[in-house]
């Protein structure tokens, strides 16, 4: 791995607790590959860089298959942009679904829908491609990192108001200080590594 001089592996990063002894060694080791990158994208903002995790293809393999076994039988993965559009196609893979990319606002030339969200500063919307998930289909949404819980809202509110029938939300890192995971009740919210 090639190293960063300004940027150091995050010791605060742990796995959460997996019954499977190799699977929870993996996550180790993959705890120990996100790097914490200081005052990005601004001053006093510590960010949880993931990108050596998904560089390095143990951790990856590693991070997709626990991801998948917790698909169920959801039909289609719904990957939130943009990273978890990474993990997403790589869970669908796995887990054999398909996969639909819930995108930001103006990449998509056809829209089955739009949400609206409020950011630390302004707002953002995603939306969701139309004629990929029909009203009934399992989804099971996939991120990068649980922080806040905006996107992650946004997302579940999105495919719901589709009709789908949304069965979890997992992602690589959770940001359990922010309190993310409480606005997505009642839906199952899986992490990996949590800080």
């Known amino acids: 791995m090639n190293a960063v001089p300004d940027v150091a592996p995050g010791p605060d990063v742990v796995p959460v607790a997996i019954a499977d ?10 705890a120990a ?44 993965v719904a990957g939130v942009e943009a990273r978890g559009f990474l993990l997403g196609a790589a869970v669908a893979v796995v887990a054999g679904t398909g996969v639909v990319p ?32 029909a009203p009934g289909s399992k ?4 991120d990068d990192v649980l922080a806040t819980g905006g996107t992650a809202a946004a997302a579940y509110a999105l495919l719901s108001d589709a009709g789908a029938d949304v069965t979890g939300f997992a992602v690589l890192l959770e940001l359990a200080a922010l309190g993310g995971r409480e606005r997505l009740a009642p839906i199952p919210v899986h992490a990996l590594l949590r800080v």
């Open 21 to 30: 002894a190799e699977a929870e060694a993996d996550l180790a080791r993959v």
């Open 33 to 76: 590959l996100v790097r914490d990158v200081p005052d990005y994208p601004s001053p006093g903002v510590l960010f949880r860089d993931i990108t050596p995790v998904l560089a390095d293809a143990e951790a990856f393999a590693a991070v997709v298959t626990e991801l998948a076994s917790l698909v169920g039988d959801a039909e289609i």
């Open 102 to 133: 819930v995108r930001k606002a103006g990449k998509l030339p056809r829209v089955a829908g739009s949400q609206t969200y409020d950011l630390e500063y302004g707002t953002a919307t995603l939306e969701l491609p139309a004629d990929t998930v």
């Open 139 to 142: 989804v099971f949404i996939v």
